[in-house]
């Protein structure tokens, strides 16, 4: 790789486009190795590894978050599910014993030594509980790279994010000495679920940044980017138990406590909270749990839920009705229950400046043809937390998207994008990177 | 021990109570190491065990059962927990291999060699998903026999059942030369859930019965014992799998097919099936399982069911009326859906000839000092379709009851009864096998 | 009409037999003119009228009931529109208006003079909101007796019941030198809903009796009469309101509490309740009402419902689950409510002595050709607390069934039954009166 | 009153302010005899009464609406009822018989002779079935106006728009010299619903119109207009009636098929439907019945629920949930069952040219302070039909927005506004008129 000179368009240009055989490499290894968040043991690896041959400190373990305040932490058997299969494929080793708890993630960050920017990237690690499917077109079977983990898949792009994540870092590694300033690289475990960031935050990691970027694969026309957007879903996950009384279906119908009955009705009084006047509303329960057999009254059943509002107060009102609802479908069926929350995000907007910042880096672009100054996101992600932090100490945060075809919805098991938009993707992070030593 | 000159009552008490510790001893292994339905390893190897020293035939394995006439198969999962432990327990063998595919049950036969009545006794082994309390005052923690597998209980006798086979089966090994006709002592698999029954009928192996006996222990006196019951409720058990459609419940709700919704409104809707005015019924949903995660619609939830009916025309109502529920509820929520069959039972009276003959049996008996004509059992017994294809051939057959006090119900957690009604119930027996002789 | 010499079977039958035609009479003009309980307004003044030439003391008014004993009251408007309809048909009068704020319901005393046993015979009067089939093969269309009267059906056969009262106050009138004692006939309001019986029993109708007949006109053979019941079901009628607070479905959402919801919750959560083991249950939500526009979240809702046991624990219990039950609905839902009680009854069953009284005094009948023992009535009846209130002073009671092929169901809109079944009901209550003389 | 000049701004000022004793009045006597929609007998006669002695053609009975075009008309009673109270009030009349079968609504036609643009007007006239409050500080209570029909107000200011439209019409009669082109003056029946506004259109009334204006009295600042909005949600108003089995609850319960328990499962099901991605969307069941008594199975039940969406796609999607489910509840219960449709309303955007015109029109205004460019509407109305009928030939259709205080929310029974908006409204139609003339 020859010099750079001054970081050109052209430059970058070949730059990006060089990269992309290997972050297509990086991104099927990822996609056919999936794991859920906090179990993203083998992909720890992998990041770390890549990291490690580069000009930057990489933390792990304990020190990349504030374990207590790791949201919605996997049961044991899938924790340790995901354990073994990553040592089965990587053999024993310190490192994997020293994350085995659910301390996934890495951070890597390239101090310059020069005064400058520090700039901020966040990038998501984890996949999704759904079963990839095995039909002849969906390109990750074609090509020999499907999720080989039963029920578990990248169905939501992490794999490409963090392809991205380490292509970055790669540009950072060979123009470091171009460089001013500071950049972190966070490579976030557990965003599925809002589960990981504030972990991250409450770690300090954003303490100082001056300019944060998070973004996302979406829907588009290769070549697009949305450079802001309006604002996430504010979202919050749940956890309610229902404890009945297990009795004789036969013998003794009446004096079980019926903990069944009591989720069912909660799920259906969840599903019929109002839509909100003042914005967009969301309610979903996602999983149901419970009872021991067929002739016993059952003496417990779980759901998870998650709501979601435009803004805060709509999310609140959304939680504050399930809450009662919960409540009310418990006094039915004289059951007890407790209600645990599991994951967090708010309604954060994108800085505006960085619509200017995002044309101006990015004229004359081969690769980013379209930039969409303004985007809408129907979901929700923790990455608003670490956006409000950078915010509150008065730095600027975006949240943009990089656009693709898909071949099959967000978090649907044929879910697929062009990998190019890794390459556009990698490509607008180099060009904000040089734009802000030019500035 | 001493021959029975003529197996008077005299000797029939004496040796009953010299049974007494064998029976504890037996009932007290089995209910150390529980076992669901189709997973009686450790279960069917010890009471092979205790026959195989015997006079008897002792048939395992695919002799036991019609294989495809075993309804509610257990999953891969649950059958390799439970095959796994009782390997730990016995070691590999050629025996656990053979029954490893949920081949289990055991049936001895004793010929006598001399004309005479062929006597079948049912003995059902399995155990139920419940964790047993811990509670210092609970016999089975106090006395150190507790179960030690997690959410595996007897908690309806079948242990105490099993010994009560075994008692018998000794009684007859010991007095064969004495006795005429044949006797079968059939140890069935997977009566919870009446799952196995029939694959044994279907064997074959109540054919050319001449006396049906089977009986559970019972809240009551001890010492009492009725003679037959009125006929159990016929009963149903099914498995209902809704397929929906997943997408991102925050982005795509309105592209999702909520198979969760649908469970919820079928398990209400099935508790809701109304009363019929011709007899006792029951409704139950006792197991509800779906969903991948808080953010997806569900696209797939699965409700485990049963109905019950005093009658097989109340049964069959309930049964039909939860078929069209279940087909009203996925239409509202666009899911699909398909119910399996898992089990069942069918209202069979016993002959009242018994009443006769369990009153003579045990006239002037010391350990059965009440007799109760006829009874009423509030659950469902598969034992049924055995009863039935006996009375079909032309035999008697019977459910008696053998009452102890108990510490708590059946099916659940603090389940417990007084060990001498083991004694009771197989002196019951040996009275009856005795009194044919005299007959 | 001849004198009766000694009240002989072969007189009573030609007595029975010549007071068919004015059986059928009154029996037609009263289904033709059929009124809701509490607003038997022309009802009360038939019997009235037909009473009064009578050698009886005539009650009516508020001499009948007992007011604040009077349960589930109608409405407003309800009530006027029987009233308007009553002044119609007979124009306005003194007695209409001394009846006009509901009380209705007429009392017959006979005093022989002479001591003797007081019998007392209970005849329910009111109709059901049902309305009436116009089919050409259904007798009261046919014959021209159809109900005018919009939504109001004599669909329980009370105009039968009024119709037996009659005939029997007549035999009474005619005999009364030849009887000793004192004859009580009580025409009660509003036995559907369980309402007026509490009311005649808290005015001491009851004190003093005897010997207490009531009975119904039942599904069967002509000519066969069951002597006695073993007890019907236990029930209590309830109505709750839910109160919500109103806003605009399209605007404000949000702030609405939806008292339809939770009426809706209510309703499926009631049809929900277990059936208990001790015995039978029954549990209807018959009446539902709530909002005022589509475009408004509703702000009441009301449903009326009864619960039913076989015994008054079982009734308790349905009792108490519906009450937690809507508690717990009106919370999911943030309204209020209250719950009142509008009628109940009792599980009483008849004293067996009437077995005998009746199979003696019918002996040789050829009008009741066939006695049943004992019968069992699915439905509820208010007349249970009389027999409970005569039961307590000593006294016998019994709840007698009249059997009739039926042409529909009670109280579906095609009910029909054959109007010889009066006759044979008038036959019984005359040989068991004559019977009384001579034991 | 003095001639104009030139309709100068400080002449309208006057003239406005002049109004508003007598535009108080109006509204008065409309908010005191509120009717329901199609049964505006007393309204319709009011309006026609203050329009004849005026320069314009009035238009009333079979000339407003294109009959079979009325949309959920009210039921026999419900219509009755208010047509005596009319009767009462007015005397019998030719003109109320011609109305008298919901031919209600007024149209006025001001034609100058001249050459012009035609403008067209709609003022909706009907109430809403809501209880007015009767506290001490509501001003209606206080002065004298408060409702004096049951269950019947004006809680959506129709009674003010109607005096609007009066206070208009009187302009144009005292200054039709002034003016060229055509004046039509539409008094809508039915608004609440969504009833009347298409069989108006479907008459041919938009036919020709150049400028089409409507709005709305709503919360905000006095003297404060919104000269456009975005387009209100579209929406559907449906009765679903649900036909089941009746039974006795008690006897045969199982020989029913209960309706209320399918309404229950379809209203539960209904609130359930999901959020849509696209936009805002909103379900509402505001109203149920059904069933006869507590102890029948309930053999109909009926409800009346609304769909709505910020686009026609979203209320769609709504719609068609809805009927999917309705038609699923239905089958869990064994029901028949029918939707009607009763009511719509489309999604239809002002022209942005209007935000110039009202800008125009009121510079220099005292009465109007403040334009708001364009607002949003949370609420449906029908006049969205007219304004399409508009576009669609080329003319300019706009929906305004007269702001003013609250006391309570729209379609509360507290709802009340400062009588001063009718003033601001006026002026602000006035001015637009006056514009016109000048441009």
Redesign the interface.
Known sequence: MTKSNDLSTSYLHDYSKSLQPKLSKWRRYLHQHPELGWCEFLTSSYIKEALEPLKCDVYTGEAVTKSDQRLGLPTEEIRQFYYRLAEEKLGPSQFLEEIAQSHTGVVARFETGKPGKHMAFRFDIDA???QEVELKDHIPEKEGFRSNRQ?TMHACAHDGHTAIGLGLAQFLDQHLDELTGTYTLLFQPSE??LRGARSMVEKGWLDGVDLFLSGHIMEGELGTVTATTQGQ?A?T??ETTFHGR???????????A?A??A???A???L??I?????G???I???????????????DY?KI???T?GSTTEVNT?ISNEAH??I????????VTYETKK??ESISVPSNREWVGKVKQALTDSHIVTTIIDDGV????EDATLMMKAVQDQGGLATYMLYHSPLAG?????NFDYHENVLCVAVHTLMSLVAAEQRS
């Open positions: 999704l509980p759904i029920q599925e679920g879903l979202s996950k749940y297990s009795a004789h279906a036969g013998a003794n119908p009446d004096s079980g019926n069944i009955l989720a069912a009705h799920t259906i009084g599903h019929g109002s839509r909100h006047h003042a967009d509303s969301r979903n329960v996602g999983q149901i749990n419970g009872g021991q057999g067929k002739n016993i009254i059952a059943a998870g839920f998650e979601r009102y009662r609802i409540e009310g479908a418990a006094r039915m069926q004289n599991q994951g996101v129907g979901g929700s919805l967000h978090h649907q098991p």
